[in-house]
């Protein structure tokens, strides 16, 4: 285990360094002189120079790429030129937003997802198999930030149940940051619970026929407790594997949503950087988010062999 432990953590740092060469790569080979891009056609000259030789433009891209990643590690990420703070300072500050809003987007849709696949394959064709099967083509065809819109309007401006923007901050009471974050969080899961429903019925379905199943009948067990106690444990494997590639959707659905609801969290700084070209945030933003992928997708890895440890002879 230890060996297998090693050689994942091997690969993780690897590919995050692969990671932020793609990240810094991308962005620093824009169209243009970046500080241009920064500063717009009308900055001055000697601004222009002051910048570049800020940025180490003067210098090859593989030294300026090992030194960005050397202060990356240590947290420093730049100082924003628009909000004229460090970057990492920035990043902290979003965190608190968008962590627990992924937080309670994921508990959303692994219960609800979770849920409605469990209750369609308990019974494959009954109502609650044709509702899941709607209520999944719903969730995968309509786009999260329109889903957001659609709860502004029902469940906020209508009803006035729900904020319908804006962060109050954690120092205004846990129910009442909660309750900002309820509707953003509910538009993010709505399209992540679609999937894992469908994923999760056809792992269980699939688990149905298999001879520890029909024992475990055999044995007096209900069809329903047999799912739950011998079924969905064995069909778990391929439904934390999509769990872990739905992160990315939802970092990419967070930039969107965020901005519906006027969330003051990564998604939307990472949207304002970009329309603001401010280059230096939006590569900071961009290593974290991809960097947090990367990291999810190695733990599902590695809850995944502690389920079924024969795929650590794969590994």
């Keep these: 285990m230890a060996g297998f432990l090693l050689k994942r953590l091997i690969g993780l740092a690897a590919l995050l360094l692969v990671v932020s060469l793609g990240v810094f790569v991308v962005l620093d080979l824009l169209p243009g002189d970046p500080a241009a891009v920064m500063l717009g056609t009308a900055a001055r000259p000697d601004t222009l120079a002051a910048l570049r ?15 960005w990643l050397g202060s990356a590690a240590t947290g420093d990420f730049g100082r924003s030129l628009t909000y004229g703070m460090p970057v990492g300072s920035l990043i902290a500050q979003r965190l608190a937003v968008t962590l627990p809003l992924g937080a309670l987007t994921f508990a959303i849709a692994c219960v609800l997802g ?21 209520f999944a083509q719903a969730g995968i065809a309509v786009p999260n930030f329109w889903i957001g819109l659609l709860l502004i309007l029902g469940l906020s401006i209508g009803l006035g149940w729900f904020p319908s923007g804006g962060f109050p901050g954690w120092d205004a009471g846990i129910f009442a940051a909660l309750s900002a974050l309820a509707l953003p969080a509910v538009a993010l899961a709505l399209p992540q619970a679609a999937v894992l429903a469908r994923v999760t019925r056809g ?17 007096g067990l209900s069809q329903r407790t047999a799912l739950l106690r011998h079924g969905l444990p064995n069909a778990l494997p391929p439904i934390l594997t999509i769990l872990g590639l739905q992160f990315a ?44 992928v990367v990291v999810v997708n190695a733990l599902v890895d590695l809850i995944q062999v502690w389920i079924d440890p024969r795929q650590r002879a794969d590994g």
């Design 114 to 134: 979770g849920f409605v696949g469990f209750a369609g394959a308990s019974k494959p064709g009954g109502a609650g198999d044709r509702f899941g099967l709607v």
């Design 249 to 292: 959707f939802l970092v990419g659905g967070a930039i969107l949503v965020e901005n519906v609801f006027a969330l003051p969290g990564l998604g939307q700084l990472a949207y304002q950087a970009l329309s603001q070209r401010d280059l230096v945030t939006m590569q900071g933003v961009a290593l974290v988010l991809a960097a947090g």
């Design 203 to 219: 792992a269980v379905i699939e688990v149905v026929g298999e001879d520890f199943m029909r024992t475990a009948r055999a044995k």
């Design 53 to 67: 030789l800020e940025l180490g433009l003067d210098r090859p891209l593989a030294l300026r790429w090992l030194s």
